[in-house]
């Protein structure tokens, strides 16, 4: 049956073999992910080795640099920073803190809270990658379950 179906060439919406599902992009090729590293350079220096094959570090001089989707990262992270961000880039875009190894949790606390949604201290680059992986692992499941939302455009 499958055989069967494949071999079909009309093309009709809603038909087990039809490739015109009503969700835009299904089909198209999923983009590699991206960070945004914004904050000090050298304490994320070695994180690219750490990242999957396909990932991509990028430096926007500010906020206003940063494209929907990708995963922003601030290097020597503050409140205000986190808040800026919140505030400017959609609700989608996942925000990662880098803290300092002995920051005080007073920071920690503040940066979560400003809605950072991840706050990782010290910066070792293979936690800082897994953290990374899962948060992007986040963004797509989100996407999936939030279908009502706006997707968005490339």
């Known amino acids: 049956m499958l055989v069967q179906l494949n071999r079909n060439e009309t093309n009709r919406t809603f038909a087990p073999n039809s490739t015109a599902v009503p969700l835009p992009d299904l089909n198209s090729q999923r983009r590699s992910p991206v960070v945004a590293v914004l904050g000090q350079r050298g304490r994320v220096a070695a994180?690219?080795?750490?990242?999957?094959?396909?990932?991509?570090?990028?430096?926007?001089?500010?906020?206003?640099?940063?494209?929907?989707?990708?995963?922003?990262?601030?290097?020597?992270?503050?409140?205000?920073?986190?808040?800026?961000?919140?505030?400017?880039?959609?609700?989608?875009?996942?925000?990662?803190?880098?803290?300092?190894?002995?920051?005080?949790?007073?920071?920690?606390?503040?940066?979560?809270?400003?809605?950072?949604?991840?706050?990782?201290r010290g910066g070792m680059p293979a936690i800082l990658a897994s953290h990374l992986v899962a948060c992007r692992r986040r963004q797509l499941a989100e996407r999936w379950n939030n279908l009502r939302d706006p997707l968005p455009t490339f």
Do not use: K, M, N
């Open 47 to 120: 994180l690219g080795a750490h990242l999957p094959a396909g990932w991509q570090l990028r430096y926007p001089g500010d906020l206003e640099g940063v494209h929907p989707d990708e995963i922003v990262l601030f290097s020597g992270a503050t409140e205000a920073d986190v808040l800026g961000a919140r505030a400017l880039l959609p609700r989608r875009t996942r925000v990662v803190a880098l803290l300092d190894e002995d920051a005080p949790a007073e920071l920690v606390a503040a940066v979560l809270t400003a809605g950072a949604d991840v706050c990782v």
